[in-house]
Structures are given as C-alpha cells and as structure tokens.
C-alpha cells in the first residue's frame, strides 16, 4: 500500500515503539498522523495531531474514529506490562494487561474497521510480541495477553479481508524502551521495529519478524515442544 499522502493514526505514540512508529510514517510522507493518547498534551512533536484515547475506554474509543474518520492507517501500539509472577502476587496487574493490551486492542480494531473500509480498505497494523508464541517465566501474564491479541489479530484478518484490509502481526523480542528498562537482555531498536513495519506496509506483507530470535522461534513452532523450550 502507499503511505505517501495517507492519514494514519498510532495509539500509544507518546514514546517508545508509538513514537518511533509516527515518526516513520512522517518520514514516509504520510499526509497526518493522529497520536492517539490518554494525555494529548504531552504530544509536542510537530507534524502530529494529538487526539485523547484511552484504549480501555469506549466512549472515547468511538469518539476517537468518529474524529479521525480519514484514516487509512491504524496502529495498535499501546500497550502496558506488570502482572504478578506465575506462583504469587495480585492478579490486578494482569487484568490490566488484557483490559488494554487485547481488549482494548479488540476496540480500536473493531471501532476502525468501518472507517478503513470507507477509505478504500487500508491496513490494520497490531504491535505483537514473540511472546505471542513463546511462555515467558518472568512475564506470564504479559505472554498471555500477547498470545490472545496474536489470534484477535489473525481474526481480524479474516474478517476485514473482503473489505480490502491489510491485517500486519508485528513481532519482535525486547525493545530498548521504558517498558523493557529493568530487562538486562539484549535488546533492538524502536526504530528498528518501525522501519521493518513500514517495509511490510510497502509491501503488502501480512507479518512483521523483526529480530533473529523472533524468527527462530517462529520456525520453530512447528517443531516439537521440546526444542522451542530448549534455551528458555
């Protein structure tokens, strides 16, 4: 597809991988780029229309697509971490992994697919996680909550096929952003992601594998149980 003179918006762009993504439809001449946040005001970059959205929030999730009703780019990027570990702590911190990470997710997605489908189809794009495939002992909740927006995401895909839209899974291991800053694993670029995902929207390719370990595991899948565990 063509992002050059398109509308896009990025939820969860005030930092990280949202930021690095809104920067990179800039970069691609893309017309406007909403940046969909809990608090517009810390939205300074130039170029970008800030426009208030809390995923886990309905109202303004529909206000949301009734205001940018000229995209043809949506990017479920927002998302938190902090569930308890597996054996012990409050579940609070997981509900509020699936409350934005798949359902809020499920909301936007389902919120703008009749607005894609007017302009003309677009894409859908969904910021996943290789922990949509792999258990992680140290982010069980995280993992899971990844895992359930991975089959959203596919079933998106199906649904908004005959409308035209592009569905894009993005996978990808550790991130260096805030959500990752107490992690001491290695760890790739923001703008690594958001390059690697403008490189699929160009494209029209329906999954983003951005790092090796990603794509290790991803080849992995259909090999035994045993070896996809084997080094974790």
Known sequence: ????????????????????????????????????????????????????????DE????????AADDVSIVINNAGVTGGPSLLEGSFDGARREMEVNYFGTWAVSRAFAPVLAANGGGALVNMLSVA?????????????SKSAQWSLTNAFRLALREQGTLVVGVHAGYVDTD??????????LASEVADKTITALLNDEPEVLVDEDTRNVRAALSGELKALYANR
């Open 1 to 56: 597809m063509d992002i050059k003179g398109s509308v896009a918006l990025v939820t969860g762009a005030n930092r990280g991988i949202g930021s690095a993504f809104a920067q990179a439809l800039l970069a691609h001449g893309a017309a406007k780029v909403y940046a969909g946040v809990r608090e517009p005001e810390t939205i300074r970059s130039p170029g970008l229309v800030p426009l208030r959205l809390d995923v886990t």
């Open 59 to 66: 109202e303004q999730v529909a206000a949301a697509a009734r």
């Open 132 to 144: 949509s495939w792999v258990a992680n002992r140290r982010f069980p909740s995280y993992a899971a």
């Open 179 to 188: 959500l990752a800053a107490d992690i001491d694993s290695p760890k790739i």
